[in-house]
């Protein structure tokens, strides 16, 4: 498996900007997690879903922020507009309850820079 | 509501030497699974090691070892023989088995290694 795959890696943008984050989980997983890391804040959970529905987004900032899973095998983190402050590394996350292992795979996640 | 305190925020070690990371964590549930994740200066967010609180015996991973204390809601992570590549950001995490399935996360202990 190549496990989760996120794209883009970085990206640069201005203030203003729409930026949109892709997440491709593992086949099978059905859960995946969207992670937000800043030196500040650390690692902070945005959003999750389950079988493609979202559970929790309680920990989306604000309106600016969205996130959809269409189907099993992708997702996407809107940020719209964007803020320099939005600044940070976006993690996607996937895992599969019914395994019993319950191992969180990560993502290399993607590098924003809002200007 | 649980919670994952990781109380040092940076350590270092000598190259070949044993270092132990500390975690504690506050539940109220008897069955969970605890983890230890590294992020390198890559970024990239690996598992190192897995507990599940059912299991008295403590995991262990190669160089990695985990001292997993339940009544004192302890765990903590002991490296062994320690490597330059070991330098990293190491996150615990917690997950409840049976309530929300949401990762808890601590604020990470930054370990160097020292040559």
């Known amino acids: 498996d190549a496990g989760v795959i996120q794209s883009p890696r970085h990206e640069v943008t201005e203030m203003g900007q729409e930026v949109t984050l892709r997440c491709k989980p593992i086949?099978?997983?059905?859960?995946l997690f969207w992670y937000r890391q800043t030196m500040m804040r650390g690692l902070e959970l945005l959003i999750y879903?389950?079988?493609?529905?979202?559970?929790?987004d309680s920990g989306m900032p604000e309106d600016r922020f969205s996130a959809k899973m269409p189907n099993a095998s992708f997702s996407t983190l809107k940020i719209q507009p964007s803020e320099p402050r939005d600044s940070a590394v976006y993690f996607c996350?996937?895992?599969?309850?019914?395994?019993?292992?319950?191992?969180?795979?990560f993502g290399a996640g993607s590098r924003l820079t809002v200007l | 509501a649980q919670t994952v305190t990781q109380s040092q925020p940076e350590m270092s070690v000598q190259e070949a030497e044993t270092v132990t990371l500390s975690c504690t964590y506050d539940?109220?549930?008897?069955?969970?699974?605890l983890f230890w994740y590294k992020q390198p200066p890559s970024r990239q967010m690996i598992l190192v090691i897995r507990?599940?609180?059912?299991?008295?015996q403590n995991a262990t991973e190669n160089r990695f070892s985990v001292n997993f204390q339940k009544a004192a809601k302890s765990f903590s992570l002991k490296i062994s023989d320690s490597q330059l590549g070991d330098t990293a950001m190491y996150f615990c995490?917690?997950?409840?088995?049976?309530?929300?399935?949401?990762?808890?996360f601590g604020t990470g202990t930054r370990l160097k290694v020292l040559a």
């Open positions: 996350a996937s895992s599969w309850r019914g395994s019993g292992a319950n191992v969180l795979t």
């Open positions: 507990q599940e609180a059912y299991k008295q």
């Open positions: 539940t109220s549930e008897s069955n969970y699974y």
């Open positions: 879903f389950n079988n493609n529905v979202p559970i929790d």
């Open positions: 086949s099978g997983h059905d859960y």
């Open positions: 995490a917690f997950l409840s088995s049976s309530g929300t399935y949401k990762y808890i």
